[in-house]
Structures are given as structure tokens and as C-alpha cells.
């Protein structure tokens, strides 16, 4: 076999590879991280909890203060790994649950992001805000351990 | 003459600043519902624009919200050949955790279908509501103040507690010293499952204007309703009862009875087929309600595109002692925006 010519193809299969990630168009389920704004939100939930604040059933932190839900979209992977994993439900049904919530007057939508870093700025920026996603790009974001764990 | 001065002007825009400001600060969201069907019955085909429910909500302070919701609907009495409806101005304000008070025109929370669904069509699990609406029973709306809990403890336990204008009251005024009173509460031990409970009291004056007839004799009310409803991944089931009771001079004490049951399956996110039975039973001696016992069953089959674009195919079968029976096939299409 000539390995001149399996060099590039090695190449170029790896930089398809890193593309694909990168867009997230291939993505596992990979980890996700519970990040909150440092007034309000405590350091650490259990599971339980944690999916009652998601669902828009516990409505206030312990100090009073509103709770904000940051989600990504639905339609975008971290978004529907979010659905699925946190919530138990599809990207729709997601958006039925919160359109339900509203309609009834017994609560608020979160707030959809398209990017990550538009998440974490908002939580960061927002008191009583919660949000998720996968990786913390901003060192200064505050993680929420859930149940002992840096990732859910 | 009314003259702009510098100082005026100064305070316009500083008013200017502040309002623009306050409103830029706050949280408004508008959003409507709308359906058209198309219907056949008698060997006619019709083709209707239903309701289109204007629907906003707004957070103006970390405690205290707004929501509203405005149907456009046809109406054959009015010159533009529609009618505008407010079917709730609702001022709520949380006073501690899943707390609150809340003032305006509510949906009386007095089961789960007028508490659940309002005038959202996309929600409906079937095109139309049960026979207990069109028959009267329910007292759809109450102006008034009321106080509500949600999701405490782990049976999610909620309450509604309503005092409002009775029935026969207008938006702005009631029409007798007596105020109807609602109670209602629920639990939700299972994800998808919640089982309610109402009790409702009105005392209903002698000339008081209801739904076109006009009340003859004093009557006392109490409505009691039970609920279960459970939406889950694979099943759909929703049942109501309601007892109604009309007192006159506490002599007569009439009984209506009005319970429907739904079912659907869930083939898969999107098709639903499923089917409604509902009836209604009046005393011979009612003396508040239009007394015509009605049976009705309704099958059909829902696809739901998403979440905000829904259609439904459905046969409907009304049985009513004076009307007698009425066949109908009727499609439509719900969507939300």
C-alpha cells in the first residue's frame, strides 16, 4: 500500500471530523452543566429539585428572588440533549409543557439561546438565573454542583 | 393657547426617558390562537373562521405580572359581523414563593378543561368543548380577587381560592350584594396525572339577566366537581363530574348531573386517535338551567404537526331529548403564533 496516499486522506478525514464537532453536528450525549447567577442561586442541588426549578414548578430561590430558566434552543444539540435528559421529553413537547404554563397563567417560558456564550453571559448577568449547557467557556461562570457533581 | 416652554419641553423628555425606559424594562410577550374548519352535516359542507384569541402576558416588576386574553369572534347580532370579548384581565402578584394574589376576570378554576384550556383551540384534545359548557353548568368567568398555590410539597399540591361578582354580574359591577365563591384543589402525585376538586356558591338574585332569560325567583347554587386527567406518553385520559344543585325558597333543590370521559392514544408524538362520551341529566324540576338532557359521543383522530399547529378530524354524535339527534363530520386546524 502506498502510504504517500493515505496521508491525506487521514488528513481530511480528520478535519471533516473536527468540523463536524465543532458545528455539533456529530455530538454524544455528552455531559451537560448546570451554571447559575452568583446572587440567589445556591451552589448546590440535589436532582430532584434541580428538575422541579427546570420545570417551572418552584418558582422562587429561597431568598425570594425569581427564577430565570436559560435553555438552549430545542432544535439545537445541547438543546435536545437537555430535553431528553433533564426534562424526559422532546424538543415539542418542551415547548408545549411551557406554552401550557404560560397559557395558564401558572408560569414563565425560559429564555432560548442559540449560543452557548450568549447563555452564560445571561446567566452570569441575570440575578436568579439558571441555565444549562455543556462546557463553560467563561472561568468566572458559576457552576451548580447537582447531587455532589460538576456535570448532570 | 397651550404653549411649549423650554421647561416644559425639558419634562416631556425626561417623561419621554422614563417611559421608554419602564417599558423597555419589562417583559411583554403577545401571542394569539386561531382555528378554521370545515364541517358536514345534513349533506352540507361549511367552511368557518373560529375564534382568534388575542393572548398577552407581561412581567412588570419581579413580583407583579399582567395577562390578558381577547377573542375576536363572529357574532351574527353585531354590525361588523364580529364581537371582541375580554375573557381575562388577570393582575397577579406573588407574595412568597408558589403564593399569590391575583385580581380580574378570571376563568373560574372550577375544573380542568375552563382551567386548563381557555380559548387556546391548539390545547384542545378534541375540536370542541364538552356538552356541560353549552348547557350552562359551568360559570365560565368570575370577576373577582383570589389567592393561589402551586406545586407544594411532594404531591404537588395546588389551591385556588376565588371570591368574585356573582353569576348575572357584569365586568364592573355586580348586580346583588351576594358574592359566588370558588374552591378549588388539586394534587399532582405523578408526572402527567392531576386530580382536582371544586366546590362553587352563588346566590343568584330574583331579575338577575342569565344567558339571555331572566332568573324568576331567588336561587341559591352549588356546583361540586371532581377531575382526573393524565396526559402521559402513551395514554390520555381526562374525566370530569359535576353536580349542580339550584335552590329556590329552600323548598325545590334540583340536581344536574354533567360528566364526560376522554380518551387517546398516543401512537406516536404526532397522531392521536381518540374519542369523548359525554351526558348531561337535569330533575324534572330545574328551575335555573335550559332542562334538556343530552348524550353525545365524539371519535376522531388528531395530528399534531408540532407544538403550535394542530389537526383534527372528528365525527360527532349528539343526542338531545327536545333537539333530538345531530350527526356532524368536521375538520380543523388550530394553530398558535
Avoid at chain 2, 324568576?216 to 374525566?239: D, N, P
Amino acid at each position: 500500500m502506498d502510504k504517500r496516499k493515505l496521508i491525506p486522506v487521514k488528513c481530511w478525514t480528520f478535519l471533516l471530523a473536527v468540523i463536524l464537532v465543532s458545528t455539533g453536528h456529530v455530538r454524544g450525549q455528552g455531559e451537560l452543566t448546570v451554571i447559575g447567577n452568583g446572587k440567589s442561586v445556591p451552589s448546590a442541588l440535589n436532582m430532584e429539585d434541580l428538575g422541579a426549578i427546570l420545570k417551572g414548578e418552584t418558582q422562587r430561590w429561597n431568598d425570594g428572588k425569581k427564577i430565570v430558566i436559560a435553555l438552549m434552543k430545542t432544535n439545537t444539540p445541547i438543546g435536545s440533549d437537555t430535553c431528553l435528559r433533564v426534562y424526559n421529553m422532546s424538543g415539542n413537547e418542551l415547548n408545549k409543557h411551557f406554552l401550557a404554563l404560560v397559557f395558564q397563567g401558572r408560569g414563565d417560558a425560559p429564555t432560548f439561546f442559540t449560543s452557548v456564550r450568549d447563555l452564560e453571559e445571561f446567566v452570569s448577568n441575570t440575578p436568579g438565573a439558571i441555565g444549562i449547557l455543556d462546557n463553560v467557556s467563561d472561568p468566572s461562570t458559576r457552576v451548580i454542583m447537582v447531587d455532589g457533581k460538576k456535570a448532570i | 393657547m397651550w404653549k411649549l416652554t423650554a421647561k416644559t419641553f425639558i419634562a416631556l423628555v425626561i417623561l419621554f426617558y422614563i417611559g421608554v425606559n419602564s417599558l423597555w424594562g419589562q417583559k411583554t410577550h403577545i401571542r394569539g390562537f386561531i382555528e378554521a374548519h370545515t364541517s358536514l352535516e345534513d349533506s352540507k359542507v361549511s367552511f368557518g373562521l373560529g375564534e382568534q384569541d388575542l393572548f398577552i402576558t407581561s412581567e412588570i416588576s419581579d413580583r407583579l405580572s399582567f395577562l390578558g386574553e381577547t377573542v375576536f369572534a363572529f357574532s351574527g347580532t353585531s354590525e361588523s359581523s364580529f364581537k371582541v370579548s375580554i375573557e381575562r384581565v388577570v393582575l397577579k402578584y406573588n407574595f412568597k414563593g408558589n403564593h399569590s394574589l391575583l385580581l380580574g376576570k378570571h376563568h373560574t378554576p372550577i375544573n380542568y378543561w375552563n382551567d386548563s384550556y381557555h380559548h387556546g383551540r391548539v390545547f384542545f384534545p378534541t375540536i370542541e368543548r364538552p356538552l356541560l359548557f353549552s348547557a350552562g353548568i359551568i360559570p365560565i368567568h368570575t370577576t373577582g380577587l383570589s389567592i393561589q398555590g402551586q406545586n407544594l410539597g411532594d404531591l404537588r399540591f395546588g389551591y385556588d381560592f376565588l371570591i368574585g361578582n356573582g353569576i348575572g354580574s357584569s365586568d364592573i359591577l355586580d348586580n346583588d350584594k351576594h358574592k359566588s365563591i370558588t374552591a378549588a384543589a388539586h394534587i399532582k402525585p405523578a408526572d402527567g396525572l392531576k386530580l382536582g376538586a371544586s366546590f362553587y356558591y352563588d346566590i343568584i338574585s330574583k331579575g338577575a339577566s342569565v344567558h339571555g332569560h331572566d332568573v324568576s325567583e331567588q336561587i341559591k347554587q352549588s356546583l361540586l366537581t371532581a377531575s382526573v386527567a393524565y396526559f402521559g406518553k402513551k395514554f390520555e385520559v381526562l374525566a370530569e363530574g359535576t353536580l349542580a344543585t339550584n335552590r329556590v325558597n329552600d323548598v325545590l333543590r334540583p340536581h344536574t348531573t354533567a360528566a364526560y370521559l376522554y380518551t387517546g392514544i398516543k401512537l406516536d408524538e404526532h397522531w392521536v386517535p381518540y374519542m369523548r362520551i359525554d351526558n348531561v341529566h337535569f330533575e324534572n324540576d330545574e328551575v335555573f338551567f335550559d332542562e334538556e338532557n343530552a348524550t353525545a359521543f365524539v371519535g376522531g383522530i388528531r395530528y399534531e404537526i408540532n407544538y403550535l399547529a394542530v389537526v383534527k378530524l372528528e365525527y360527532q354524535f349528539i343526542h338531545g331529548e327536545v333537539s333530538g339527534d345531530n350527526n356532524k363530520v368536521i375538520a380543523q386546524v388550530a394553530v398558535g403564533f
